[in-house]
Nanobody, 123 residues
Framework: VQLQASGGGLVQAGGSLRLSCAAS????????MGWFRQAPGKEREFVAS????????YYADSVKGRFTISRDNAGNTVYLQMNSLKPEDTAVYYC?????????????????WGQGTQVTVSS
């Protein structure tokens, strides 16, 4: 199983980026997928999760109202639309998947991790 994340980059504060994560090797259409991030010197933290295409979503308070998570109809690609970006959003962003319908809320829920993609927000 592989989770391939893309879409990171450098953006000014107030700007937007869209991250994508494509899964291969297994279908996650009935499982939960999500995003985490890790800034230098900090622990990896939860950002957002979605159960399956059109299913319920859950966000960390720090990104609520600015970030939107979504999944494609097949359920094997997850997106993170990030608007109104702030310098404190700077981190390596990781996509993740958890087997089963339980909503992802912490890194302890994760069965599969993708490689990270760097997001840097300049002030």
């Amino acid at each position: 199983v592989q989770l391939q994340a893309s879409g990171g980059g450098l953006v000014q504060a107030g700007g937007s980026l869209r991250l994508s994560c494509a899964a291969s090797g297994r279908t996650f259409s009935r499982d939960s997928m999500g995003w985490f991030r890790q800034a230098p010197g900090k622990e990896r933290e939860f950002v957002a999760s979605a159960r399956w295409s059109g299913g319920s979503t859950y966000y960390a308070d720090s990104v609520k109202g600015r970030f939107t998570i979504s999944r494609d109809n097949a359920g094997n690609t997850v997106y993170l639309q990030m608007n109104s970006l702030k310098p404190e959003d700077t981190a390596v962003y990781y996509c993740a998947a958890a087997l089963g319908p339980t909503m992802i809320r912490s890194r302890y829920d994760i069965n599969y991790w993708g490689q990270g993609t760097q997001v840097t927000v300049s002030s």
